[in-house]
C-alpha cells in the first residue's frame, strides 16, 4: 500500500489518472504473469509428455510407421483405422476388453458397496480401519508379483484351488478353457483391485449426516430401506465417480493377462491392450499401434460420458 | 446388535480371504521344492533358506540387488521430481491469481482423463528421439507429467487463509519464501501423502518399464520378477523368493503409514 502511494507521488504532473489506473493495472498483470515462474517446470513437462504425446499419437495413427520395415514412414490417412475394422484379432481383442470389463465393472461395484456398508457396521474403529487394510493390502501388491502367485492358485496340476477342490471330485480347467480362463482373470482382478473402490466408498458413507438416517428410522424405516432410499441416493455422486474410474481402468486391463494366461487360451484373454502391446513392441507397427490406441480412447471417452449422462442426478 | 456381530464376521472372512495369497507368498518362499509342489498345509514344515540365498546369491545369473537399486532409483527421483514440480505448480495455480491460471488448472486437470494407454507409442518414440529408452529416465522424467499431484496438491493450498500468506509478505518474505516457509510446512501432511502413493504407484509400474527398458540389468523388480517367472517356471520357490524380496519394501511401507495411504486414495472420490 505504501509503495504504491509512493510511486503516485513521483508520477509527472502531466499524466492523466485514467492513465497511471492503466499503468498500474499493467504493471499488476506482468506481476501476476511473473508467478507462472512457479508453474513452468510443470507446464514443461505437461506439454512435452502429456499434451504433445497426445497429438502426436493422432498424427501418428494415420502413418505407416513401421520400424523393421526398410521403407520410410509415410501418412495413409484413415488407413491404419480401416486396417482395424477388417483385422479379425482387433474384434477378437475388442470383444475379450469388453467381456472383461461387462464382467469386472458391476461385481466390482457391488463387492465394493457390499464391503463399503459392512465396514462402516463394525462399531470398533480400530477392528474396522484393520479389516480397511486387509481389504486394501493386494492393491499394494505388484501385477507381476499377484500374477505369479495367482497363476499357480489356479494351475490345473499343483494349484491351489483345485488340491482344494480335490475332496469334492471337482477339477476346475481354471486356464485351459477359453471361458474358464476369462473368469479366473475377473477372480484374480477382484482380489487385486477391490481395495481402492472399497475406500472411496467408506469414505463416501462416512459422509453421509448421521441425522438422515436417524431421521428415517424415526419415520420406521428398516435397515434395508434406508440403506436403498436414503444412504444409495447420497452416494450417488461417488458411486458414479467409481464407476467411471472403473470402466477406464478396466478397459486398459494388461498385466493380469499378460501375466496368467498371456492372452490364452485360444485367445480368449487376449485384450485390446495386449493386442497393442504386441502390435506396436513385438512387431513394431507403431502407426497400427496409435491408430488402435486412439480407437481405444474414443471407445473409453464414449462410454465414460454415456456413463455421466446416465447415472448423474436428474 | 447379534446381526452386527453376523456383518462383522464376514468382513473378517473376506478380509482373511484378502491378505491370503499375500501371506502365501511369504510362507511358500521358505518351503523346499517338495513341499511346495505337494500341497500339505500352509506353514512349511522343514523351513529353508536356500530359495533365497540362491536368488541373493547368484548376482550374474539373478541381478536382484541391481534390480532393487534400479527399483529404488526410479521411485525416488519420479517421487522427487513429482513433489516439487506439482507443488509449485499447485501454489502457483492455486494462491497467486495467475492471468488464465484457472483455464490453465482446468485443462490440467481434465487430462487426468486421459488413459495412459494412448500415450505409449508417441512417448516410446519420444524417448527413442531423445536417447532415453533403456535408461532410468525414461521412466522417470515422463511421470512428471501426470496432472494428479497438482489436483491433489490444489485441492490443499487453496484451503490455507489468505490471512498466513498476508501476514508473511508484510514481514517481508517473497513469494518464494511465502511458498518455502508458509506453506511446504503447512502442506507436509498432503505432501506426505502424494509422496507416497507416486512413490508406490512408480515402484509398481509394470507396463513403463516393460516397454521402455531392454536390458536385463536396467529392470526394475516387477519386470524383473515377471522375467524370472517364464525362466523359471518350474522353480516356484525362487520366483517365490524374488516375489518376497520385491513385495517387503512396499509391505514395510505400507503398514508403517497404511492410514495416510488408504486416507490419501478416499480423498480422491470426495474432491472429484
Redesign the interface.
Known sequence: MISRAATVATLPATETPSAIRARTRHRR?LG??G?????L???T??V???????F??LW?SGMRYELVSPQPPRFIGAGNYLEALRDPAFWNALGATVLFVVAVVPVTLVLALA?AA??E???SSR?Q??????????T??????????????FNGE?G?FN?LLEPLGVKVPWLTSPGWAMASIVLMTL?WT???PT??????LK?IPRSYLEAAAVDGAG?VRRFFWVTLPLLRP?LL??AVIQV?GG??V??QTF?ITRGGPEQATRVL?QY??ET??NMYR?GY??AM??L??VI??VV?LAQVRLLRQR | MLRRYAVELMIALAAVLFIAPVGFIFLTAFKPDTEILHFGGLLPRDPTLEHFRYVLGTPEEIPVFRWLFNSVFISSSVTLLVLTVDALAAYALSRLNLPGGKAVLALIVATMMVPGQVLLVPVYLLLSRLGWLDTPWALIVPAGAGAFGVFFLHQFFKAVPQELEEAAAIDGCSRLGVFWHVMLPLARPALATLGILTFIGSWNDFLGPLVFLDSVEKYTLPVGVALFQMSYSIEYGLTLAASVVCTAPILVIFLLLHRQIIEGVSMTGLKA
Open positions: 498483470f501476476r504473469l508467478g507462472y515462474v512457479f508453474v517446470p510443470y507446464l513437462l505437461f512435452v509428455f502429456l499434451i504433445f504425446p497426445l502426436y499419437g501418428l464391503l459392512g465396514l457396521a463394525v462399531i477392528r480401519s484393520f479389516y480397511r487394510l486387509c481389504i486394501f493390502l493386494p499394494m501388491i505388484t501385477i507381476s508379483v499377484g500374477g505369479l502367485v495367482w497363476r499357480w492358485f499343483f491351489l488340491a482380489w477391490l481395495g481402492t475406500v472411496i466408498l467408506v469414505a463416501g459422509q435397515a461417488v465417480f467409481v477406464i478397459f486398459q494388461f498385466g501375466i491392450m497393442i502391446y506396436s513392441f507403431l499401434g496409435a490406441s486412439w481405444l480412447f473409453i471417452v465414460s
